[in-house]
């Protein structure tokens, strides 16, 4: 029987002939008419001034922007803990040490109030965080008004990881474009795909121009191989940006896709009592709903998640808990943690549920009696 994904990734049109005419051009490697294009189609989405690196992943991304923050050993990184690990690893990557921040309920992103509470506590213990890693997590915008004050406040760039809320928006501005440095994932279950890949936007010329000499090895000006310092293998391909090519043609079409799984969801649970559908606060905050997530009540529902997650893929649908909290991973689990405990209630309580794009009407409606006929019996 078909599965049905909890994000599968889903072709456009033209990948095809945009690699076909890498390969008839023997664009094949790390230049290239795609690489060009995808990149003009990005820069003119997000809208000057911001500036677009083409990187292998998301993760990468995040690495070039911390390093040329000049983020080093033993400096300090503010981190959303309600996050995948790719969020933080890069802090790791430079010997620095992330500092794990909860999440508010609303947004389920950074809580504005322990970001600052941190803040306040690292520099009466002689510390000042070097940088902020804010993540729209499930493509819901954080609250950025309130964080962007922060960062003014206390001179402390932020990098937004923007990777799962490619066309989200916060008072009508592009997560990903509020600070220095935003980052984007085209990983495989992202909104629009170029198989993996990432981009970091940047404000300036010499922040995109230095990140794509880290990007490429760090190789000096010279009629020779010269190298002054380390530098990464994180530049995309031709042939991976063709496929980015034409997904950029049906991003639009696959944000408003996502958004109408996010309705079917709100409907089938609106008389439910015990499940909460995952929503923006209010009109300020725009979410491209990448994953549709919910939380469930055990004590009004009769069930916990863990339950509904195995009932649903018994019926081959498939579902993902929240994420585990960063501060209760074992690799982290020694760094400093500033919170109350929402990101743990999230993780015990919440699920993503089936969001793809390409979820026909019959998928939905088997989702829906599946579903249904779970929660009658209980």
């Known amino acids: 029987m078909k599965i049905i994904k909890l994000s599968e990734a889903q072709k456009a049109i033209n990948e095809l002939t945009y690699v076909k005419e890498a390969i008839k051009n023997n664009e094949i490697s790390n230049y290239g008419n ?62 620095a040490i992330p500092i794990f921040i909860d999440s508010e309920p609303e947004t389920w992103n950074i809580c504005p109030a322990h970001l600052e509470r941190a803040i306040d506590n690292r520099l009466k213990l002689g510390h000042k965080p070097k940088a902020i890693i804010v993540v729209h997590s499930y493509g819901m915008p954080a609250k950025m008004d309130e964080i962007v004050k922060i ?107 996502r958004r109408e799984m996010h309705k079917f969801y709100t409907e089938t649970f609106k008389n439910i009592e015990g499940i909460t559908v995952f929503k923006e606060p209010n009109n300020s905050f725009y979410s491209n709903h990448w994953l549709t997530c919910i939380l469930i009540d055990s004590e009004k529902t009769g069930f916990t998640n863990e339950a509904f997650k195995k009932e649903l893929e018994k019926h081959h649908i498939e579902t993902r808990f929240l994420w585990k909290p960063l501060h209760l991973q074992p690799v982290f689990s020694n760094y400093p943690y500033y919170g109350n405990a929402i990101s743990e ?24 009696s599946v579903i249904i006929d779970f929660i009658s019996k209980k």
Request: aromatic fraction near 10%; charge should be neutral; proline fraction near 3%.
């Open 151 to 257: 960062s003014e406040k206390y001179s402390i760039p932020i990098i937004e990881d923007a990777a799962g809320a490619f066309g989200s928006t916060f008072n009508n501005k592009h997560c990903g474009t509020f600070d220095e440095f935003g980052v984007i994932s085209f990983n495989g279950n992202k909104i629009i795909t170029t198989s993996g890949g990432g981009a970091l936007i940047c404000k300036m010329e010499e922040q995109q121009h230095r990140a794509n000499v880290l990007a490429t090895q760090a190789k000096a000006n010279k009629p020779y191989y010269h190298h002054e310092e380390l530098g990464y293998n994180y530049s995309m391909s031709n042939i991976v940006a063709g496929i980015g090519r034409a997904q950029m043609e049906v991003l639009d079409e696959r944000i408003l896709s």
């Open 34 to 95: 795609n690489l060009n294009i995808f990149k003009q189609q990005l820069e003119t989405y997000f809208s000057k001034p911001n500036k677009i690196v083409l990187t292998n992943s998301g993760t990468a991304a995040i690495h070039l922007a911390l390093i040329q923050l000049g983020i080093n050993e033993n400096d300090e990184v503010l981190c959303q803990s309600f996050t995948f690990s790719a969020s933080a690893n890069p802090i790791c990557y430079q010997k």
């Open 345 to 368: 209630q999230l993780f015990k309580s919440g699920l993503c549920l089936p969001s793809g794009s390409n979820l026909s009407n019959k998928d939905k409606d088997y989702i829906k």
